[in-house]
């Protein structure tokens, strides 16, 4: 059974900054892709970046320079750094744990709440 947990959410003012972290049950971790998506109110599930099993992240243009994806794959979990949050980065995250290399795969966290006050 795998199971994802994300963490960190909260509020905090524009230009701060909030980490989040995604646990991971399962032996495999360390060999698939994460992503992290996130959905505002009354939007779609949008992608934020992904990594791949060898650290190697990848980023949409509207997060890149402010959020850094990581993974440390011996305490099978990823992380979302997000510096100079801004309002507009309000929403619900969630890390989803693609197949193979393909995002999204069948497997979402619960999601953590984000809200950023301007």
């Known amino acids: 059974q795998v199971q994802l947990v994300e963490s960190g959410g909260g509020l905090v003012q524009a230009g701060g900054s909030l980490r989040l972290t995604c646990a991971a049950s399962?032996?495999?971790?360390?060999?698939?892709?994460m992503a992290w998506y996130r959905q505002a109110p009354g939007k779609q599930r949008d992608l934020v970046g992904t990594?791949?099993?060898?650290?190697?992240?990848y980023y949409v243009d509207s997060v890149k320079g402010r959020f850094t994806i990581t993974r440390d794959n011996a305490k099978k979990t990823a992380y979302l750094e997000m510096d100079s949050l801004k309002p507009e980065d309000t929403g619900y995250y969630y890390c989803n744990l693609c197949r193979n290399s393909v995002c999204p795969g069948d497997y979402w966290g619960q999601g953590t709440q984000v809200t950023v006050s301007s």
């Open positions: 399962g032996s495999f971790f360390a060999h698939v892709a």
């Open positions: 990594i791949n099993s060898y650290g190697d992240p």
